[in-house]
């Protein structure tokens, strides 16, 4: 799945303007500025191809790329940015719950977590909204380059505890960086593995 070249395909702002639902894909979920777009960037090989921003709300549509000509990688737009208006927050949430719940093709979710921070109250509640939506998620702990061991074990420790609450939630941890390279491979192969 990864051999092929990847490609923005469109910006999304309403479910009527998804892309036809004609391969599977993949959704990456999180927090702004937890590192999304960088780890699409990572993962397809392809530097600036997903816009990755220090300005957390950078990404405000659900943003598609192919990555060869069977999946789609699908950039969502960040949560909890503490000074976005609440009618952009609301308009978000109900393009998301649409999303999660009315995409037959969307094989799994990635639900980004900074490996600093671990699972805040907004990341549970995206949880909650998987769970519902019956959408197999899986935690990406992202920016391990910034961590120490120690520091990344009480995180890891937590967003454990987080995710055994939530009937959606794929166990295996992923830790990465998309600054240096850890734990890409294994996600790639992870992805590659979904049917
Ligand atoms: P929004 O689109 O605003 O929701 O943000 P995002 O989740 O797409 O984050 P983005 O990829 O734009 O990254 C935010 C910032 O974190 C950028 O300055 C990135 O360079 C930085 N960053 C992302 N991933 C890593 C990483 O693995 N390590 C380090 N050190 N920095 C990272
Ligand atoms: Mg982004």
Known sequence: LFAGQSEFVKGVVAMSGLPPADRIEVCFAGRSNVGKSSLINALTGTKGLARASNTPGRTQEINYFTQGPDLYLVDLPGYGY???PLKIVEKWQKLLKQYLSGRQTLRRAFV???ARHGVKAVDDE???LL???AVTFQCVLT???KVKAAERDKVLSQV???LSKHPAAYPEIVLTSSEKGDGIAALRSIIAHLE
Do not use: E, G, Q, V
Request: proline share 0%; hydrophobic share 50%.
């Open 82 to 84: 503490a000074n976005a």
């Open 112 to 114: 980004l977590i900074d």
């Open 126 to 128: 995206i949880m909650k």
């Open 131 to 133: 769970d519902t939506s």
């Open 143 to 145: 920016k391990a380059d």
């Open 160 to 162: 454990r505890a987080a």
